[in-house]
């Protein structure tokens, strides 16, 4: 919807050889821990959560 | 003055006939453009320049004073002036709005308010003509004009070409489903529970090719979720851009659901709110209108 180029701001997961990159990586020890750091994340980026289903969540600006 | 006194009621005639048909076409501008008092105030002046420009047409035509009606080729630039004002305000406006009214909507009301100027001009130059006829016939001609005006500048709505009925909103894993359309991932599960307890959906079917072609338009999409947003209220903010208003189609079939979690969880505001939508100009397409669309669509 918005025309503003979308990118991958953060990406949280439970399991660190899931993910590489130049992106930042936050790893949690929990579901619990990577719901919530998500949601942190998200709020003070404005940003949506999204879940690929393999343990990582990322974090997309619209 | 001289001159124009034995005109002098052509003249107030069609001013009045102007004005008045302004203001019955300023009514219908409030289910789609917040009225303002000082944008009425303008709008009511601007309108009133072109009544008085339309009726003292007739009297200098009258008069074989030729310049003076070229003068009317002026006003026609001060219109498309309003124009151009209009959008630039909306436009303005739009940068703080969290659901956009996108700018095919924008470009819309703008045309709409240039268009409304040189309507009112048509009727008080028609009238004021008229009225050489006499009073009675000058009253007859204002009427015709003003449902004339009325009817045409009312425009279509969703409703009309579409059928809109309820939809289920379900997830398959993190996927959001309006109905069989896919409308995004929701990671959050707290968001996801909130999604299902708080959304409602709708699902929007074109009755025929026009209303597909129309429908695939983002903008008229973008006009849906924002009149939807702004009658029922959203629950979207800054930093829960998931309770964002969608409009997604379904690829097969050319139909779109709206999902959007309101204020009011009222299904039935909501599809009357979706129906009411206005069709927007630019997204009218009529591919039925051509051989090959005629061809295509069987």
Same mark, same amino acid.
Request: hydrophobic share 45%.
């Given at each position: 919807m918005s025309e503003a180029a979308k990118g991958i701001l953060a990406v949280i997961t439970t399991d660190r050889n899931k993910v590489t990159g130049a992106v930042p990586i936050f790893i949690a020890d929990s579901e619990e821990e990577k719901e919530k750091?998500?949601?942190?994340?998200?709020?003070?980026?404005?940003?949506?959560?999204?879940?690929l289903e393999n343990g990582v969540y990322y974090i997309v600006k619209h | 003055m001289s001159r124009l006194e034995p005109y002098?009621?052509?003249i107030i005639a069609g001013s009045l006939a102007g004005i008045i048909t302004r203001i019955f076409l300023m009514r219908l501008d409030y289910r789609q453009y917040p009225g303002?008092?000082?944008?009425? /105030?303008?709008h009511l002046s601007l309108g009133a320049i072109a009544a008085a420009l339309g009726a003292v047409a007739v009297p200098a035509l009258m008069n074989k004073d030729f310049t003076a009606f070229t003068f009317?080729?002026?006003?026609?630039?001060?219109?498309?002036? /309003?124009r151009n004002i209009e959008r630039?305000?909306?436009?303005?406006?739009?940068?703080?709005?969290?659901?956009?009214?996108g700018k095919d909507y924008i470009e819309g009301i703008a045309r709409t308010f240039e268009a409304r100027n040189y309507l009112v001009m048509a009727t008080s130059f028609i009238t004021s003509a008229v009225a050489l006829a006499g009073v009675w016939q000058a009253l007859a001609a204002a009427v015709v004009l003003l449902l004339a005006s009325v009817r045409f500048m009312a425009g279509e709505v969703v409703g009309d070409i579409c059928e809109v009925a309820p939809a289920k909103i379900h997830f398959k894993d993190t996927l959001l489903f309006v109905g069989d359309i896919n /409308?995004?991932?929701?990671g959050l599960r707290e968001s996801r529970e909130k999604i299902l307890h708080d959304a409602l959906g709708v699902m929007i079917k074109p009755l025929n090719d026009n209303s597909r072609a129309t429908l695939h338009d983002m903008g008229q999409r973008m006009a /849906?979720?924002?009149t939807a947003a702004v009658i029922m209220g959203s629950k979207n903010e800054v930093d829960m851009p998931e309770f964002t208003p969608l409009v997604r189609k379904n690829i097969d079939t050319g139909a779109v659901a709206l999902y959007i979690v309101p204020m009011e969880k009222d299904i039935e505001a909501l599809l009357a709110a979706v129906r009411r939508t206005p069709l927007l100009e630019s997204a009218r397409l009529k591919p039925l209108k051509t051989q090959a669309g005629r061809i295509a669509s069987d």
């Open positions: 750091v998500a949601r942190y994340l998200a709020s003070t980026l404005d940003a949506m959560v999204h879940d | 002098l009621f052509n303002y008092p000082h944008g009425l /105030i303008s009317l080729a002026l006003a026609a630039q001060q219109f498309r002036e /309003i630039e305000t909306l436009q303005n406006l739009e940068e703080m709005r969290l659901e956009k009214r /409308i995004m991932t929701v /849906i979720s924002h």
